[in-house]
């Protein structure tokens, strides 16, 4: 085909139709860069740990360092949003409200909490970001056992009482604290091992052993309990 000066406009439009758009970029707004920012970070720090190099998380990104700077001026101010989502956002106060309640049981409510506990905790960013935390410089697991101790460790204590029928006030002991995280150590390690080791604790046919699984412990820690404390 001869090209004359009449047909170069035309084949211009042709190519010009033809030509995929370009795709236009959208530009964030404040809530969500920042939103996109934490999410990435979570999951930047439950694989690569804390430890991990910002700069490798802007990459990760496609953003630049002065645009992470601006949103959280600091690595410690960005662990401690990503401490506060990750953690203190998951943290129910009606497990608190359930270990209260006087209708139930301590065995009921020992199942109630561990099993709904363990479906809200036990996933892959909160593990293995509090194994990280750990493993570094304690900053989040440190803040994580601190809301254990205060909120959750005396209202277990006081049911494990229940259940043995000890009716004291008294400050928990040493033994009464290590072994009550005996079951709470027995019931993360779940997520231990999923998250951390890769191994199925499991059946894949028996979708309800974790369950199952938790019960156990629970029963096996209250009458072991029963036996120690009641001497």
């Known amino acids: 085909m001869r090209l004359t000066q009449d047909s ?9 139709v033809a030509s995929p758009a370009m795709p236009v970029r959208r530009r964030m707004n404040t809530t969500d860069r920042r939103r996109q920012i934490v999410d990435g970070a979570i999951q930047f720090f439950a694989t690569h740990g804390l430890d991990g190099q910002l700069r490798n ?16 001026p600091t690595k410690d101010a960005l662990i401690k949003q990503v401490y506060e989502d990750v953690f203190e956002s998951r943290w129910k106060p009606e497990w608190e409200a359930l270990l209260d309640d006087n209708k139930l049981s301590p ?15 036990l996933t892959y960013d909160l ?8 493993l570094s410089d304690h900053s989040i697991s ?28 008294a400050k928990p ?19 231990i091992r999923r998250w951390i080791y890769g191994q199925a604790i499991y059946d894949a046919s028996s979708p309800h052993a974790e369950q199952e699984i938790i019960r156990d ?3 096996s820690y209250l009458h072991s309990a029963k036996t120690l404390f009641n001497k």
């Open 142 to 169: 440190d803040r994580f056992f601190e809301m254990l101790r205060s909120r959750l460790l005396p209202r277990l204590i006081r049911e494990t009482r229940k259940y043995c029928q000890r009716n004291t006030r």
């Open 8 to 16: 170069i406009p035309s084949l211009r439009k042709a190519n010009k």
């Open 173 to 191: 002991s040493h033994r009464e604290l290590e072994h009550l995280m005996g079951l709470h150590g027995g019931v993360f390690y779940i997520g």
């Open 107 to 121: 065995e009921e409510k020992l199942n109630a909490f561990y099993l709904d506990y363990s479906a809200t905790v």
């Open 57 to 72: 998380l802007t990459k990760e990104l496609g953003i630049t360092h002065t645009l992470l700077y601006h949103y959280f």
């Open 217 to 219: 412990r629970i029963s």
């Open 127 to 134: 593990v293995r970001i509090l194994i990280f935390s750990g």
